[in-house]
């Protein structure tokens, strides 16, 4: 093999990796684009509001990564449906900071049709080497 076509070679190698990269953060970024859009979401829940005369959840914030981390307004009311996956705690079944929610809304509306709450997840420790 010459070292000519061996350049070559390795030449249109890299250009095939780098293009292949620019395609697949470029369908990163048209994903994370759409979590602003997109009427199913889910994330972090960043703030609670509490309506002070009925003491009920009328909306929340969710933490959603959208390329930044970016808070959606996500209103609530009685038809919405709540369903909870590993709280175990009767007192825990309500909307909290902390806890992850995977929110579906109604069409071309900011209300809550469904919401699926689960507690964080714990990061796992590291091991001391000593």
């Known amino acids: ?17 780098a293009f292949s990269t620019e395609f ?13 859009n ?7 829940i960043v ?17 959603v990564n959208a390329g930044r981390l ?7 009311d009685d038809k919405t ?8 705690n009767k007192d825990d079944m ?3 900071v902390g806890f992850v929610a995977a929110v579906k809304l109604r069409p071309e509306s900011d209300v809550a049709e469904s919401l ?3 507690p964080a997840t714990a990061k796992a420790k590291k091991k001391d080497k000593s």
Not at 4 to 10: E, K, W
Not at 38 to 44: D, E, I, N, Q, V
Request: hydrophobic share 40%.
């Open 38 to 44: 997109s009427s199913t979401f889910s994330g972090k």
């Open 70 to 76: 970016v808070n959606r307004n996500v209103r609530l």
């Open 94 to 96: 309500a909307p909290k």
């Open 116 to 118: 699926k709450i689960s």
């Open 47 to 63: 703030q609670v509001n509490v309506d002070p005369e009925t003491k009920k959840v009328d909306s929340l914030y969710v933490e």
């Open 1 to 17: 093999m010459s070292p000519r076509s061996f350049l070559c070679g390795a030449l249109l190698l890299l250009l095939a990796a």
């Open 24 to 36: 697949a953060v470029h369908g990163q970024d048209v994903k994370k684009k759409n979590a602003l």
């Open 81 to 88: 449906k709540y369903e909870y996956t590993g709280i175990f």
